[in-house]
DNA sequence: AGAAAATTTTAAGAAATTTATAAGATAATG
DNA sequence: CATTATCTTATAAATTTCTTAAAATTTTCT
């Protein structure tokens, strides 16, 4: 589990990171939140843990850039005590909020609680699953590899992720810009994005699923694209 | 939304039900906690709020009780201050945890705070809520699929999103206003404005319901639509 | 009841939108 | 530097949506 902690205090960072090394997570620390954006994308977070207070991008705007793209549980820490700013937090798409002097025992707590809902309770699809095979379809997230009837056949690794994420979710459709949001991991920009289609004939090139009405990823007008189970 | 409030104290559960009704939520109330646990079937909770110290069943029991069959996050409100039970309660399955007394208003923005990362982010707490079938109709919002008598009829984008609209409200009239509105989320000019009722002979003719008195989709005359139950 | 007005239905073609294809440009990788 | 992967751009194809006008229906008015 990977999770971002964010205050310019560093001694209140330099804690929390300390109380969540102890439970054997992965920390990314950082004293200054414009650092973070530049950053965001190739870290892969779980949680977030935001001071409010930071001199250059508060922690309401930070959590509201965050949220453009990313849905992982966010939880503020905080010296302010007015509720306002905690009704606030909470509105603008934070999970919890914590005020210092807070007990770490008590953060430790709710960091669990807010990744159990994120991970147990809210699967899109069954996270354990690294291994699907039907229609003649095989796929293996873990190995990477894909067999199409038997036969493998090598895809790149965008081509990969799109196959693997319209696999995981076999039989329903995948709206476009949700396709692109989960490959991605960035917001989609509707206006002239034509690189999804041409991934999506890519693959179907390699499935030799280029006639009028394709069998195995189909459009859905409008919409998007899916994979019928 | 359903919302569930436990607590042995009738003043703070009266005072919790008045906050939530004003926020537009149904209510469900109780004074005791094993009642809770005869009736949860029937109620469809979204979300639970608990107190810790009750007479016969306390909060933490009652919380593990519902965690074997549900998920719906579920908030403790308690007097006890100790930090102990703070972590205790979050770590047997709770999704936040609030001391009284409490600003009604933080207590208003934790439940929504719960509800949107468990209805808005979590796919499959909805999935069941994307199909509606009734009478030979099955209209599958997951996989953007529509049923008629067994036989799959393809739609437009927004024939489907006319019809889901009309399904969801089934029994109701839809002002060509409203679902105007619904459907292209922008403001309707009625004068000369002829698209919906285009898209609804479509969809007639599509269930080849274009006789005199239509069997499904009914004109309730200067008003708009509506497809009966 | 019969005429007039308002609203809805029907039909067909034009306009707009969305998707597919192709090929070259750019970026990333080893 | 060579190779591969990804993105961009332009154009074609497919499909959907809207517009228009006339016909039919229902309601309202006299």
Redesign the pocket.
């Known amino acids: 589990m990977n999770i971002l902690v964010v205050d310019d205090e560093k001694e209140i960072a330099d804690l929390i990171e300390i109380c969540l090394k102890n439970a054997n997570y992965n920390v990314y620390k950082y004293y200054s939140s414009i650092d973070v954006l530049n950053n965001l994308k190739t870290l892969n977070i779980d949680l977030a843990i935001l001071d409010v207070m930071m001199p250059d991008l508060d922690g309401f705007s930070l959590c509201q850039k965050i949220r453009e793209t990313y849905n992982f549980p966010i939880i503020f820490v905080t010296a302010k005590v007015e509720d306002l700013d905690k009704v606030n937090g909470l509105t603008i798409g934070a999970d919890d909020y914590i005020t210092k002097p807070f007990q770490p025992l008590e953060l430790m707590a709710r960091v669990k609680a807010q990744l159990r809902r994120y991970k147990n309770y809210n699967q899109i699809a069954n996270q354990d699953e690294n291994i699907i095979n039907f229609r003649g379809i095989l796929i293996n997230n873990n190995t990477h590899e894909f067999y199409f009837n038997d036969q493998k056949i ?1 895809l ?4 990969f992720q799109i196959l693997w994420y319209l696999c995981l979710n076999r039989g329903n459709v995948i709206k ?1 810009e949700d396709l692109f949001m989960n490959v ?1 991991q960035e917001k989609y920009y509707e206006n ?4 999804i ?5 890519h693959l ?1 090139e390699k499935m030799q699923d ?1 006639g009028k009405k394709p069998k195995y990823i189909k ?1 859905i ?4 694209y899916k994979i019928e189970k």
Chains 1, 2 share one sequence.
């Open positions: 090598e790149t690794p965008i081509e476009t991605w002239d994005n034509n690189t289609m041409v991934h999506i004939r179907r280029t459009t007008w409008g919409v998007g």
